[in-house]
């Protein structure tokens, strides 16, 4: 049956004139998107897979080395891979966490009749809007230990941020927080309004108290919406590098995109860093396959 | 169970004005109906007594206790709404229990199986209590959502149009079954509708409400046969009763542009001072019949079968009006015939105001 969903060329059409066929426009448009997936996404994905297995360097002339897995088993005994590991699951967890904290409350805020509303809504959405080096480097200043309004609002005097071991991963969720609340407000908001008022309503005529509707009525119907919002911030979290790359040098803070990165364009270890990368991809894709089910559980019930 | 006032209820959404000086008088135990067209102001009603509205002016009265500053919850009462309302992802089962499972008024588990079981067989539910809501029929939603208002012996039912979105067999099946269910549970029920048929066949008591105003309160007996007005006239019975302008000359009926004449027996309601007046006269159809030695000669203009009777259509001059006749009544589009009506069952309106002569007093 899908042949029926091609609309079929209107044979007066100028294309027609010229001689097209609908497969030949179809062609047309896919083409060039499929050969630039190829070249520049499939292509270097296939090639690295490859080099994860040699010793390459970039950096010299010596050919590559076929060493098998010993890339692989070299950094997952690594302690320090590991450690960047912990760091970064860390960072999502805190960050998703906030994220879905303001976001969602935030939008239950905004979920009802108030003046302003739409031009609120717009304002508050500005910060996913801008780029995350913008937002590094200008966060750099709030942070600022001599300078910095947040020291200056908070009253801690010369408190270092982003240069103290403890504090600097909280920094950089703070403002991955910040910036990215918005996103999970914006889905909120879409869940929330899509809540039908008479269940409200129902649920008023059912004595049922704020807290009882909220946890009975609101989150389970919002719940797939936020599932949604979480594995889109889990992914997005996890490969987070500009951000805390522009705002922290604290090996506290080294997420494991800074370690790759590190890795390859620093130490010019090509062959290990794309086996990294590739545990990095089998990771992010194992996590998102656990959330995709628990969506759907969450859908089905 | 609980009696009900509403006095002089006023109700505005911004310009728009939905209800005006409404009173509204249910006793404990009854089954009342409140009849309108859509957007007569039925469902604002039904909101202000739940506590889903505030009135603009008026008070509410639930047992004779003001209301007006008490929520929904505190009111106590149940509605079951035209878009069932159940709680998706939930069984049937969790929606049943729902209201009963609230914290602060948390019942015991076997309190709540034992409610829940009953209300189910109640419903004839039973077999549908472990399924997901969203795998339901329409009247099995509907059902449910009538179950989740009974389990909670709230004081008032509040049903708004409960029935409309069925088809029409499971709304006969369910008008009877809702109806028992009052009766048993001796419950004060107000229903909304505007479907007359409903009202009739349903209602204790019926109240028909016209552009936020109850035009005529009184027992179905009582609006069918004796309707306040030509509004109310025309809009209960099916097909409604004929409305023909015309006078009263030396007793009999004489209608004003065609010259046909009936007789008249309004007694001592026939005095004087309606003599002469221009007025509109209101026979049902049932009581308009066919009869060869008839006094007026009209023409079938249509002839509707419905089975166990036909409903005619009939031509006199520029007028026409109904007549139900027995189906076995043998006749044929633009045959002549002769009619004549009962003139016991004749009620008079006032032309200019629409009024019926004996409510006017």
């Known amino acids: 049956m899908a042949t029926t969903m091609i609309t079929t060329l209107d044979r007066s059409s100028r294309a027609a004139a010229r001689g097209l066929s609908d497969i030949s426009i179809r062609n047309l448009f896919i083409i060039p998107t499929v050969l630039f ?9 296939i090639y690295s897979l490859g080099y994860s297995f040699t010793d ?97 609002a908070l009253g801690l005097g010369t408190f270092e941020w982003l240069s103290d071991p403890k504090m600097a991963l909280y920094a950089v969720a703070l403002t991955d927080i ?70 922290t040098t604290q090996p506290t803070a080294e997420l494991i995109s800074i370690r790759l990165y590190k890795m390859a364009f620093q130490e010019w270890q090509t062959g290990r860093s794309c086996a990294l990368a590739y545990i990095v991809l089998i990771m992010v894709l194992a996590i998102t396959n656990i959330y995709v089910k628990y969506l759907n559980k969450v859908k089905e019930r | 169970m609980a009696h009900i006032q509403l006095k002089n209820i006023s109700k505005s959404f911004g310009n728009h004005t939905a209800l005006t000086g409404l009173d509204l008088d249910i006793a404990d135990g009854e089954f009342f109906v409140l009849l309108g067209e859509t957007g007569a102001g039925k469902t604002t009603t039904l909101r202000l007594i739940a506590g889903l509205e505030k009135p603009s002016e008026g008070q509410v009265f639930i047992d004779g206790v003001d209301v007006a500053d008490w929520g929904a919850a ?31 008024r948390r019942l015991p588990d076997a309190e709540i199986k034992d409610r829940v079981d009953r209300a189910a067989r109640t419903l004839r539910i039973e077999h549908l ?73 349903m209602g204790d008591k019926v109240g028909v409400l016209n552009h936020g105003r109850i035009i005529q309160t009184g027992t179905p007996h009582e609006i069918y046969n004796n309707p306040r007005d030509t509004y109310v006239a025309s809009f209960v019975g099916s097909p409604p009763m004929n409305l023909i302008d015309g006078k009263l000359v030396n007793g009999r009926a004489v209608m004003a542009p065609l010259n046909f004449e009936l007789p008249f027996s309004g007694g001592a309601k026939a005095s004087a001072a309606t003599e002469g007046r221009p007025l509109v006269f209101g026979i049902r159809p049932e009581d308009v019949y066919l009869e060869s030695g008839a006094p007026v000669e009209a023409r079938v203009h249509d002839v509707e079968n419905h089975g166990v009777e036909k409903i005619l259509t009939l ?39 629409g009024v019926s002569l004996r409510h006017a007093g």
């Open chain 1, 56 to 152: 390459f360097r970039a950096s010299t002339n010596a050919s590559a080395n076929f060493v098998g897995l010993q890339n692989y088993r070299d950094l997952l005994n690594d302690p320090y891979v590991w450690s960047n590991f912990a760091i970064t699951a860390k960072y999502v967890i805190i960050s998703v966490a906030g994220q879905l904290l303001v976001g969602f409350g935030v939008a239950m805020l905004l979920n009802r009749d108030i003046p302003l509303k739409g031009l609120l809504t717009t304002l508050l959405l500005l910060p996913m809007m801008l780029s995350m080096a913008v937002v590094g480097l200008f966060w750099k200043l709030l942070y600022d230990p001599s300078f910095g309004i947040i020291n200056y």
């Open chain 2, 129 to 201: 209590l472990d399924r997901k809501t969203d795998r339901l029929s329409g009247g099995e939603m509907q059902r449910v959502s009538i179950g989740r208002a009974i389990v909670r012996k709230p004081r008032v039912f509040l049903m708004d149009e409960p029935l409309s979105a069925l088809d029409a067999k499971l709304r006969e099946a369910l008008r009877t079954e809702l109806k028992n269910l009052q009766m048993q549970l001796g419950a004060t029920f107000l229903f909304v509708t505007h479907d007359q048929i409903e009202a009739m066949s």
């Open chain 1, 178 to 247: 910040w910036m990215w609340s918005p996103f999970v407000m914006l889905l909120s908001l879409a869940g929330l309004s899509a809540v039908p008022k008479h269940l409200y309503e129902a649920a008023a005529i059912d004595r049922a108290g704020p807290f009882y509707t909220f946890f009975r009525i609101t989150l389970p119907l919002v719940a797939p919406i936020l599932m949604i919002a979480v594995i889109f911030r889990t992914m997005e979290a996890f490969k987070t590098f500009d951000l805390a790359y522009i705002l």
């Open chain 2, 74 to 104: 505190e009111r106590d009462v149940a509605l079951v709404l035209q878009q069932y309302s159940l709680y998706p992802r939930y069984t049937v089962r969790e929606n049943l229990e729902f209201p009963l499972k609230p914290k602060i």
């Open chain 2, 315 to 353: 031509r006199v001059g520029d007028t026409t009006l109904r007549a139900t006749v027995p189906a076995r009544t043998d006749v044929a589009i633009e045959q002549p015939v002769r009619f004549a009506w009962n003139p016991d069952k004749v009620v008079l309106f006032d032309k200019g105001s």
């Open chain 1, 37 to 45: 997936l190829i070249v520049f996404n499939i292509f270097p994905l």
